[in-house]
């Protein structure tokens, strides 16, 4: 079984910063994609960030200059660095990840983690 635990949200100021991990622990044997997604109340979830295991990254144009992402393959774990934080990435942010694990590929989702940001 695949678990995905995120950490790192809180309340902050606008202008300051963040820091989100997301860890996978399980059957894991290999990861294809991780990353994170964010839902505003009343809105869909959409996608922030994302790296998959061949490096390749994708942002959000909300975020592009402003967020980072980056995955230690070692520990299984990505993370997502949030510097000049506006009020608008007020959200809860989801960890995804698409993994191959005991023969089978899913898609897993981390149980989400609240990021306010006051104005």
């Known amino acids: 079984q695949v678990q995905l635990v995120e950490s790192g949200g809180d309340l902050v100021q606008a202008g300051g910063s963040l820091r989100l991990s997301c860890a996978a622990s399980g059957s894991i044997f290999s990861i294809n994609f991780m990353g994170w997604y964010r839902q505003a109340p009343g809105k869909q979830r959409d996608l922030v960030a994302g790296i998959t295991n061949r490096g390749k990254i994708t942002y959000a144009d909300s975020v592009k200059g402003r967020f980072t992402i980056s995955r230690d393959s070692a520990s299984n774990t990505v993370y997502l660095q949030m510097n000049s934080l506006k009020p608008e990435d007020t959200a809860v942010y989801y960890c995804?990840?698409?993994?191959?694990?005991?023969?089978?590929?899913?898609?897993?989702w981390g149980q989400g983690t609240q990021v306010t940001v006051s104005s």
């Open positions: 995804n990840a698409d993994i191959s694990a005991l023969g089978d590929r899913n898609d897993y």
